[in-house]
């Protein structure tokens, strides 16, 4: 959605935890979090070799299920294919609109402007000290990385310099 300075951009996958996520686990020797993946015998397990060989459980319960399956199948119009058909399993689509289409798009950034600042003063929960919106963590680490350039742990430095 368009916003300045950057737009209102919302990144999901439909799983605890990405893949990637468990193969850089897998790479630093770190457990996943509990309540995230299965071993390949349907067990709960916090290591990502076992979670590789079974699966990674989706987030939010029945819903989240329900929307993954949604999502997946979505999936199918990007390409993915089920796994017998001995492809590629995994797709990525793009859904995008012309807001301005719809609504007038001073409008659109004008109320949402005001959305995301009512958001952001709602009262937090204990320890929480701020409301984050989706996209906004994303844009300051890509411009901090612009300034400071990447870190990366030793280990996966390493991988990509031997690949």
């Known amino acids: 959605m368009p916003n300045d300075p950057d737009p209102l951009v919302?990144?999901?996958?439909?799983?605890?935890?990405?893949?990637?996520?468990?193969?850089?686990?897998?790479r630093l020797g770190q457990l996943l979090p509990e309540g995230a993946a299965l071993d390949a015998q349907g067990r709960p397990t916090r290591d990502p070799v076992e979670a590789l060989a079974g699966s990674?459980?989706?987030?939010?319960?029945?819903?989240?299920?329900?929307?993954?399956?949604?999502?997946q199948a979505l999936g199918l119009l990007g390409g993915a294919a089920l796994p017998r058909a001995k492809?590629?399993?995994?797709?990525?689509?793009?859904?995008?609109?012309?807001?301005?289409?719809?609504?007038?798009?001073?409008?659109?950034?004008?109320?949402?402007?005001?959305?995301?600042?009512?958001?952001?003063?709602t009262p937090t929960q204990p320890g929480v000290d701020t409301i984050r919106i989706p996209s906004e963590r994303a844009f300051r680490e890509r411009e901090r990385r612009r300034r400071e350039g990447i870190r990366l742990p030793r280990a996966i430095y390493?991988?990509?310099?031997?690949?």
């Open 158 to 163: 390493e991988r990509l310099m031997a690949l």
């Open 10 to 26: 919302f990144d999901m996958g439909t799983s605890a935890l990405m893949r990637g996520d468990l193969i850089l686990a897998r």
């Open 56 to 71: 990674i459980l989706p987030f939010g319960g029945h819903k989240g299920s329900g929307l993954a399956l949604m999502v």
């Open 87 to 121: 492809v590629q399993d995994f797709a990525f689509l793009f859904v995008v609109f012309e807001p301005g289409l719809l609504v007038p798009a001073a409008e659109l950034k004008q109320q949402l402007t005001e959305l995301l600042s009512r958001v952001r003063s």
